[in-house]
């Protein structure tokens, strides 16, 4: 049955107030964005959440200036940003909700139910979701995590790896992350005869304690217990104002506050994964916990921007099937499972067959 009947949202509907989502959605990619304009347009209250400032995923972070040349309807291609736009605004026409900046922690079953479903409690670095169904689009690559207070500034003053200066003399340079990729930044400054601010927001580095000790004695000035409070631009440098109160001007910064990786996410959430550490779907998009889907690049092999938007689209009218009528999904899968067990049957049948056509032949033989 053909299936592309909209119905919208109510423009009216107090989204602050729901007792709980019909669907949320973790990650602003083309699969997560994709999947959540198919259920905004089924009129199922839906929430993406994003954990970095801006939708589009690797499109917009990645490769906003390339013009991809692969998406039908575009012969003239289109860059990573506007087709990341684009897609964005239709989310936004269709009432789908956003929270940018915050991440997926976990995702814990609670024992209420609303309308046949048991809801889920979607655990982000903010905040907290009651909903029925849960889309997982978080694409599998590792990004820097960023500082936004840093990030803000949108300047080429603030890098997230070591960047290729030949000599640092004479230069300050705040280095921001306790753990060992900061440590390890916080040396090769010095090794380039850099001066390092190291800024750690635990009360002990986290990272390798010898290595901590090396750049105390090389001279860092250390601020444990300490985060960035504000940031600004003065001439050209940077100029960081400390919650213990200090103030550093700097000449760069380099942030090492760990990855956001898929791969983390996943583990957390306790589903079943594929040998390549992807996650595992059964034909619906589903994963081994009911109720949660999983589309695009977190599974499979083909990678690519229309695969996500039609595994988000996909998911997205499994999730609606099974809220408007919780059987379909189980009538389908006690059908596949009939259609498997014949198939395990025919191929016994068949080896028993071949076994005793071989039993025949020894005796006459
Ligand atoms: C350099 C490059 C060029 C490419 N060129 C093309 C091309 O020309 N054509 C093409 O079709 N494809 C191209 N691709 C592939 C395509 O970009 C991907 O297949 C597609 O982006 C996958 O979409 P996705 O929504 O599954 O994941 P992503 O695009 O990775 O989006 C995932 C989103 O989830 C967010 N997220 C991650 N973890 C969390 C969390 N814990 N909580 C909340 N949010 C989270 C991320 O910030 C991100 O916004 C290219 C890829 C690369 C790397």
Redesign the pocket.
Known sequence: MADFKVTELDPELDFSNLAYWDVVI???????LTAGLTTAHRALTTLI????DK?????Q???AD?R????PGFPDGITGDELSERVYRQAVDAFVQFRFN???VSIDDTEDIEKGDTLKRVVTTNGEYLCRKVII?????H?PRKLPVLDELNTKKVYHKVPKIGDYEGEHVAVIGGGDSGLDAAVMVQQRNGHVHFIVREDEATGKADTFQRICDAGADVHLSTEVASAELEGGDLKLSLTDGATIDCELAIVQIGF?S?KD?FQRLNVRLNEDGSMAIDPYFETSRKGIFA????HGDI??????WAEGIQAAIYAFKEITSPYWLNEKRLRDLKISLIGEKLASDASQLSKSQRGKSTRNG
């Open positions: 973790i990650g602003a990619g083309p699969a997560g959440i994003e954990a970095k939708p589009g995923g690797q499109p972070f990645l490769y390339k991809i040349v692969d998406i915050e991440e997926l689009a978080v694409g599998l690559l990004f956001l898929a996410t589309v695009g690049d977190v990678k690519l921007v229309t695969v996500a």
